[in-house]
C-alpha cells in the first residue's frame, strides 16, 4: 500500500508541473540541482556547465511531462529521469568537439595572464616571470604565433587566413612554439 502512495505522490507532482505550480516546480528544481551539479563536477565540467545542462534537462523534462511523454512508473521515476536526461546531455557535451577544443584551448590560455588578471600567489608570480623570460627567448615566429593566439585571442583559422598557410599548419606551430617555451622555461628554473 505504500509503494502506491509513493507513485501517487509522483503522479501528484506530474499534475502539479503539468498545472505550472510554481511551488511544486521551484521545489522539484533545487531538490535534484545538486546530484546533476555533482555529475558534471566529477566528470571534467564547471558550476557553469552544470547550471547549462540542468537547466536544458528541465526543460526537457518538463516539455516531455506536458507533452504526456513520460508517465511515472515508481516512487522516484520523475528524479531519475530528470538525472537520466542530465546525464545523457553532459555526455553529449564531452564527446562533442567544440567541447574537447575548448578544454584544451582554456588551459593552453592558463599559461598567460591578461593586464586585468590579478595575482595573489607569489609562487604565481615567479612562475609567470619565468614564462615571461622564456618567452623573450623565443624567435620572433614563435613570438607573434603566441601573442596572436593568447593576447588577441584570434582563432587558429584567423591566423592561418592572415599567415596564408593552412589551419592544420598553424596548429603544429604553435605546438612546436609552445615546446620551445616549456623547454626554455624547464632549462632556466
Known amino acids: 500500500m505504500r509503494e502506491t502512495y509513493k507513485i501517487d505522490h509522483q ?9 505550472n505550480d510554481s ?6 528544481y533545487t531538490s535534484n540541482y545538486r546530484k546533476v551539479e555533482l555529475l558534471v563536477l566529477k566528470n571534467s565540467g564547471s558550476e557553469a556547465h552544470a547550471k547549462d545542462v540542468y537547466q536544458e534537462a528541465f526543460i526537457s523534462m518538463w516539455n516531455n511531462i506536458r507533452n504526456g511523454a513520460f508517465e511515472p512508473k515508481n516512487d522516484s521515476a520523475l528524479q531519475g529521469y530528470l538525472y537520466t536526461i542530465a546525464k545523457n546531455k553532459w555526455m553529449d557535451i564531452l564527446r562533442s568537439k567544440r567541447f574537447k577544443v575548448t578544454q584544451s584551448i582554456s588551459e593552453e590560455r592558463q599559461l ?7 595575482i595573489e600567489d607569489d609562487g604565481y608570480t615567479t612562475k609567470l616571470n619565468i614564462v615571461m623570460e622564456a618567452f623573450q627567448g623565443l624567435g620572433q615566429p614563435c613570438k607573434e604565433l603566441l601573442k596572436t593566439f593568447y ?20 596548429r603544429n606551430k604553435k605546438y612546436r612554439c609552445m615546446e620551445k617555451l616549456r ?4 632549462a632556466s628554473k
Open 23 to 28: 511551488l511544486a516546480l521551484k521545489t522539484f
Open 151 to 170: 593576447f588577441e585571442k584570434k582563432s587558429l583559422r584567423d591566423i592561418a587566413a592572415k599567415l596564408d598557410i593552412g589551419e592544420h599548419s598553424v
Open 11 to 19: 503522479l501528484q507532482l506530474v499534475n502539479a508541473i503539468k498545472d
Open 112 to 118: 598567460f595572464l591578461t593586464h586585468e588578471e590579478t
Open 183 to 186: 623547454n626554455i622555461a624547464i
